[in-house]
């Protein structure tokens, strides 16, 4: 790859954008830059009508992401450039923006996904694995922190497992992810970006109001007591929205509905 060719490439197929980190020869590794890139490739995304599913996938087969370039802050520590936290930065968090999109997203691990790599695909909504991939956390063998991890993997998988993950520093295997409940497909080496596609497109069939209904509603809900949950009432409503006229008239009579979204 050159110096020219884009960090991450975007490709819209319908109403699914497939977002690609382009970092081949350095393992598909966050950077500044492409941590930038990716908070404003979701964001446009979620503010996008004709995008209502986005995927997420590397280049290659070797790696999904690696997570942080520690070559590169290796240097900067050599520098004496001073860490900066994640939630003090000008630039908003990536895993935040990526966990709090609006629009249904899929992890398609193509390779390895950990640290950092693997904090981005636990950000997604759900992930397709291929068989070879290995998901985990090193940090407590780095000095690192794994911040939105510990937050987020209790969460979706049984704390028990989650704490032995966090804690050991140790991989598991896609199978052992789809065990877990953390991995929804596990796939061919080479087939998770179409697996991750064909789950797409039968998200996209569905109605977008609800799908964002769903999300938003999911996601905030979290954590709050039922009576709460129950009251909240985030994004357009379902209920009353042209979406549900035209999914039940598609209903009844025997055809394909046609989502204007609204």
Known sequence: ??????????????????????????????????????VHAFVDASADPEVRCIVLTATGD?????????????????????????LSRAERYVFEVVLETIKPTIAALNGPAVAGGFELALACDMRVAAEHVTLGLPEAKRGKGAHFANVMLPRVIPSAIAYEMLYLGEYISAEEGKRWGLVNRVVPRGGALQEALRLAEGICENAPVTLRRMKETALRANGLPVPAALRLNEGISPYSSEDRVEGVAAFVEKRKPVWRNR
């Open 62 to 86: 070797r790696a999904f992401c690696a997570g942080a370039d520690l070559k590169a802050r290796a240097q900067e520590d050599k520098e004496g450039k001073p860490f900066q936290p994640l």
């Open 1 to 38: 790859m050159s110096e020219a060719d884009p960090i991450l490439l975007s490709e819209q197929r319908g109403h699914i954008l497939i977002l690609t980190i382009n970092r081949p020869e350095r393992m598909n590794s966050i950077d500044p830059a492409l941590s930038e890139a990716l």
